[in-house]
């Protein structure tokens, strides 16, 4: 999914640039809020000319589509990397992923983005991507947990991708306004429909 702005040359210091642009923007938006994150307040943290974000980058949607696809990309990989093991060791492996998403910037960022963009149809056209690819990659994984399960023809795979994403999304969001989400307790529950759904016995 991974897209850009505007680019402006190819070399290291523009490349070095570019990077402190997106890393002031996430620290931004985590920080202060979307509506906060101006063009001015980004070139201020990152050190650059006020003009600096629209050189490098062309707008601010822009700009921060690609900061989206980024964190979000960035997301995916370290999911992927929680579930790279047997099955059984998925629930735990997912609870501390889970936290390590609740108390990064970047997690932060990813929701202002989201939350923001109900209000800017180009950007939301990229978040939208972005959640798609998102229920990919849950539907894939829910995939290879009901294959081969007295279950897996009886669940509606799309449907049950989309719940799995939301409620992730859902959780978040509590965990940010500071609801004390007990991602201990989910893992339990995870590793009990885990065991229903393939069949195999659930821990004491």
């Known amino acids: 999914m991974a897209r850009s702005g505007r680019r402006r040359g190819s ?9 402190a642009i997106i890393e002031a923007t996430i620290a931004e938006l985590a920080e202060s ?46 999911l992927r990397a929680a579930l790279d093991g047997p099955a ?20 932060r960022a990813l929701l202002e983005l989201v ?35 007295t279950l897996g023809a009886a669940v509606p795979l799309d449907l049950a991708s989309e719940v799995a994403a939301s409620a ?10 500071g609801h004390d989400v007990d991602l201990d307790g989910l893992a339990s529950i995870v590793e009990m429909l885990l065991a229903l759904l393939t069949g195999r016995a659930a821990p004491a």
């Open 88 to 107: 059984e060791a998925w629930p735990a492996q997912l609870a501390r992923a889970t936290r390590a998403e609740f108390e990064s910037a970047e997690s």
């Open 115 to 149: 939350v923001g963009s109900i209000g800017s149809p180009t950007l939301g056209s990229r978040i939208r991507e972005g959640i798609a690819e998102s229920v990919e990659f849950t539907r894939g994984v829910l995939g290879e947990v009901l294959d081969g399960s």
């Open 168 to 177: 992730f999304f859902g959780l978040e969001v509590l965990g940010h306004v």
């Open 33 to 78: 809020g979307f509506s906060a994150t101006s063009a001015r307040a980004v070139a201020l943290r990152a050190g650059v000319a006020p003009g600096g974000v629209f050189y490098h980058f062309g707008s601010m949607d822009d700009l921060l589509g690609d900061v989206f696809d980024r964190c979000h990309s960035a997301r995916l990989d370290r």
């Open 11 to 19: 070399g290291a210091d523009t490349l070095a640039t570019r990077q």
